[in-house]
């Protein structure tokens, strides 16, 4: 039993110790996806989901260094209104977070800062007189804390988005997307 126990520690501590790690990340919006300008002769209506969620790597390097890429995945909508004259819109948005981070000490609990850039792209969305641009770029910070438990880690953060141009922009300034970004995001990896 000694011995089976002694092995499981060892093949903990082996994967932990291992240069390359991924999980998976879930968050939560801080701010509105879309800014709706009230009262107007268009009235819109904001539908966004409240989620985002994907996959990231992470490849540590010396002196408390990472590269952490994602790809994090949420959903956009918005609909017309009073009478909702056609049909709600709805995009998927696809973001890719390429970021340097730096733990600020060693051992089971390492608080971190992140910076980077982000590449977005909407998907299956039609075309719609709102849309700006299905392609986005912008600059990532962030700070957050990992904690190390067992072989898994947990990473509660926050980061902010500052996106270059906006995706959606109706006639008017009615309707647009938000350029800045806040998202609070939990990271379980391996």
């Not at 011995?3 to 390359?20: D, E, R």
């Not at 270059?164 to 009615?174: I, K, V």
Request: hydrophobic share 40%; charged share 15%.
């Amino acid at each position: 039993m000694h011995k089976t126990i002694s092995v499981f520690l060892v093949v903990c501590a082996a994967a932990a110790a291992q240069p390359i790690s991924a999980g998976l990340k879930f968050g939560v919006p801080l701010n509105d996806a879309f800014s709706v300008q009230s009262p107007n002769p268009l009235s819109y209506v904001a539908q966004t989901q409240r989620y985002t969620v994907g996959p990231f790597i992470e490849l540590r390097l010396p002196a408390h260094l990472a590269i952490e890429i994602d790809a994090l995945y949420r959903r956009y909508g918005y609909q017309t209104a009073p009478l909702f004259s056609r049909a709600p819109v709805r995009a998927s948005s696809w973001e890719f977070p390429v970021l340097g981070k730096y733990r600020l000490f060693s051992g089971p609990v390492q608080p971190y800062i992140e910076g980077g850039v982000a590449f977005s792209r909407l998907t299956d969305i039609p075309q719609v007189l709102e849309l700006n641009s299905k392609n986005n770029y912008g600059v990532v910070a962030g700070a957050g804390i990992e904690l190390r438990l067992g072989f898994a880690r947990i990473s509660p953060e926050i980061r902010y988005t500052g996106w270059t141009r906006r995706f959606f922009d109706s006639p008017g300034d009615y309707l647009q997307s938000n350029r800045n970004q806040a998202t609070v995001l939990v990271g379980i990896s391996f």
